[in-house]
């Protein structure tokens, strides 16, 4: 219980306090200097796109979204608008700022900017480059729709705001870094230098307007509060000191990045102080509540565990909405109060250069940023844009990364610099019995690539489950991961039919089987929610009795890609968990590329029906 209350904690209250750094980046007075505002973060500014992918990380619910226009949740982290919200709304552009996934988003919104921000991400690249896809994906589009010149102006010009590192920075905190012990200083420095390649990306996308928000003073939230505060529930100063330590190195490299990025104007916002005042001057802001969420009643509630009742009646009263993030009055005053403060720092550049005369400086520059829009669409048309990218925490990459720790080394050439881009490749469905065509070359390929780094399924997977229980609890944690991890992508309702199903399930195991989990297949798919995969896989772990073998998704999707088995109507087919993924596959880093009759020619796969794209979208992305 200690360790999912850690994880909990860890990965939700970063997302609290980060959306408020976006807040930093307003400025009134630039209103009419700024044609769309994208943000960068994760649930603080997160306005839905994570109910487009595979996560547990949605609040698509009530009483989520009560306050909102039309009482309806909207998968923001709040009970009304959000941080990115009213940071569109301070400059001018919009009052709603909307999530890039949504599918029936039209080209006007497109136009003035959308939210990029994902609940749960950081500056750690496993997680920021999901995000800095998005943006490509993006470019992408609105180069097909609105051309290149226009969309490299709406990119050189936009507001890019960003409230990210909080997550990394609690993470490390909580459960330590992911390869050993690291001091903070040493991880302050690892997480420095992924943001400031975070920022170098969004530079040579044509980003030239950026706005970041330092660390909050996250050990201030309820949530922390509750686990670390004592009796008196104070404030973690350790986690606190931590997010200050990072907050003065950020400063540095900031003036370093603006010193050598021609053209760019990166600006820092305070929103520790920020944050921290509202909070220790909760009263003078109009606040009753500061140190627990008005859907938290003394526990850790976010997210699924945030639920109906025991929400307190009059939200604008608390400082938080939940155990992590601000209630919607509090993402106002955040907005309102850095867009004071920070007058024209952002934007102190003149107005838009007119079509007509333009310095030879600024012809230069867009000139430039012309090129670089070109690039990035060629980059894109390898990579199509799928209907919804995998689930964050599920993704790694392999051996791409500088000693450095930045993501690309010699080894990771795209395979169009070193393998012939064979584009006429057919599929050839072997016959029953015979092996398919070039399959050691594919076997051999793939094994080279899946030994230069672990895969989440190396890490991860039930057989980890209780590892230093006794036997019958060990067992029973077994089929409760089990059960957890299935059917992830599916709109089960975690909060509701999963954990009916693990009461029935609890009841079961004690009444029948004395605490633990039955011991033959026939009795396993009798328990609620077990199918016969699940069934199977619990039959070999728990118990070791192998009845049958459970072919991975990942298995058959490569198979169905490589043309060696064929299945109608399956659309969801690729390498694995990093690589050949399930949708948006990394073709130009597969080294085997030029032997699949699929590379680089998937341009839909949808996990569901219902997650379709704008048809408008649809017509011109496809040209």
Request: charged content about 25%; some cysteine; overall charge positive.
């Given at each position: ?430 016959k029953t019995g015979e092996p398919p065509v070039n399959w050691e070359k594919v076997l051999e390929g ?105 072919v991975d998704t990942h298995v058959h999707r490569i198979s169905n890609r490589l043309g060696w088995v ?58």
């Amino acid at each position: 219980m200690a360790v999912l209350l850690h994880f909990l904690l860890a990965g939700s209250l970063v997302l609290l306090m980060s959306s408020s750094a976006a807040a930093q980046g307003s400025n009134s007075n630039s209103k009419t200097q700024v044609p769309a505002v994208f943000m960068f973060g994760d649930s603080l500014v997160d306005t839905g796109n994570n109910d487009y992918i595979s996560t547990i990380a949605k609040s698509n619910f009530p009483p989520y979204g009560r306050d909102f226009p039309g009482a309806r949740p909207t998968g923001r982290f709040s009970n009304g608008r959000c941080t990115s919200d009213f940071v569109a709304e301070v400059f001018g552009v919009k009052k709603l700022l909307p999530p890039y996934l949504d599918p029936d988003l039209e080209l006007r919104e497109l136009l003035t900017g959308v939210s990029f921000a994902s609940a749960g991400s950081g500056y750690d690249p496993r997680t920021s480059r999901f995000t800095v896809d998005m943006l490509r994906e993006y470019i992408s589009k609105m180069n097909a729709s609105v051309g290149e010149t226009r969309t490299a102006s709406i990119i050189s010009q936009g507001a890019f705001i960003s409230f990210i590192g909080s997550n990394d920075v609690t993470l490390h905190a909580m459960l330590g870094s992911r390869s050993g012990e690291e001091d903070d200083d040493s991880y302050t420095d690892k997480m420095l230098h992924f943001a400031i390649d975070f920022y170098q990306q969004l530079y040579k996308l044509g980003a030239r307007r950026i706005g970041l928000g330092n660390l909050p003073p996250t050990g201030c939230v309820p949530a922390v509060r509750d686990v670390v505060g004592g009796q008196e529930r104070e404030c973690s100063e350790g986690l606190n000191r931590r997010m200050r330590l990072f907050n003065t190195k950020l400063a540095g490299a900031v003036s370093k990045m603006n010193a050598e990025l021609p053209g760019a104007r990166i600006v820092v916002f305070d929103f520790y102080n920020v944050v921290l005042s509202i909070i220790q001057n909760s009263a003078s802001y109009g606040f009753d509540e500061f140190s627990r969420g008005c859907c938290a009643s003394h526990e850790i509630e976010s997210g699924f565990l945030c639920v109906m009742p025991g929400t307190c009646p009059d939200a604008s009263k608390y400082v938080f909405w939940d155990s992590f993030h601000p209630t919607e009055k509090a993402c106002r005053i955040l907005s309102y109060q850095m867009d004071a403060a920070d007058d024209q720092i952002l934007f102190p550049i003149s107005p838009l250069p007119s079509t007509r005369s333009r310095s030879r400086q600024t012809h230069l520059r867009r000139k430039r940023a012309g090129k670089g829009m070109e690039v990035a669409g060629k980059q894109v048309e390898l990579e199509p844009f799928r209907d919804k990218p995998s689930a964050l925490p599920d993704i790694e990459e392999f051996a791409y990364k500088k000693p450095n720790g930045s993501v690309q080394s010699k080894k990771a050439k795209y395979a169009t610099e070193v393998l012939p881009l064979k584009k006429e490749i057919v599929y050839t469905i072997s016959k029953t019995g015979e092996p398919p065509v070039n399959w050691e070359k594919v076997l051999e390929g793939i094994r080279k690539m899946r030994s230069s780094e672990d895969a989440p399924v190396d890490t991860m997977g039930c057989e980890k489950a209780g590892s230093s229980l006794p036997s019958k609890e060990r067992r029973f944690a077994v089929l409760i991961s089990s059960l957890l991890s299935s059917q992830t992508k599916d709109q089960v309702g975690f909060y509701t039919r999963k954990a009916s199903n693990m009461k029935k399930i609890a009841r079961i195991c004690l009444e029948k089987y004395d605490g633990d989990i039955p011991n033959s297949l026939e009795d396993l798919l009798s328990l609620p929610g077990i199918g016969p995969k699940m069934a199977h896989l619990v039959m070999q772990i728990a118990w070791d009795n192998a009845q049958g073998i459970c072919v991975d998704t990942h298995v058959h999707r490569i198979s169905n890609r490589l043309g060696w088995v064929s299945r109608p109507g399956t659309k969801q087919v690729g390498f694995g968990q990093t690589i050949c993924t399930p949708l948006r596959p990394k073709c130009e880093m597969c080294s085997v590329s030029d032997l699949c009759p699929s590379a680089f020619k998937e341009k839909t796969s949808s996990p569901s029906s219902k997650l379709k794209r704008s048809p408008s979208l649809n017509k011109k992305s496809s040209t």
